[in-house]
Nanobody
Framework: QVQLVESGGGLVQAGGSLRLSCAASGSTFSRYGMGWFRQAPGKEREFVAS????????YYADSVKGRFTISRDNAKNTVYLQMNSLRPEDTAVYYC?????????????????WGQGTQVTVSS
């Protein structure tokens, strides 16, 4: 069992930056593929970014490519999402997810554990 706790969300003006963190419990974190998803009000949850167990492979949604960076520190059992040049359309609850497969994947069904989410609000 893996527990995920996100932090770092908040209110920021358009063009600003935030860094989200996701702390994972358990000793097997380094074996998991990790991902970030988000859900805006009235919309379905969507893929944002993912990273393989080693950090060598990453994927990004087209809407965040070039602005967001996913990374991980296996020694700290933590995955990060650095968000720059934020836009009002980035406003959403952001969820961290962990998958037993060690790959970076964009599919939500590949992830076995989910955090509770952290709110990100970008004002115009």
């Amino acid at each position: 069992q893996v527990q995920l706790v996100e932090s770092g969300g908040g209110l920021v003006q358009a063009g600003g930056s935030l860094r989200l963190s996701c702390a994972a419990s358990g000793s097997t974190f380094s074996r998991y593929g990790m991902g970030w998803f988000r859900q805006a009000p009235g919309k379905e949850r969507e893929f944002v970014a993912s990273i393989s167990y080693s950090g060598r492979n990453t994927y990004y949604a087209d809407s965040v490519k070039g602005r967001f960076t996913i990374s991980r520190d296996n020694a700290k059992n933590t995955v990060y999402l650095q968000m720059n040049s934020l836009r009002p359309e980035d406003t959403a609850v952001y969820y961290c997810a962990a998958g037993r497969k060690p790959i970076a994947t964009i599919d939500a069904y590949e992830y076995d554990y989910w955090g509770q989410g952290t709110q990100v609000t970008v004002s115009s």
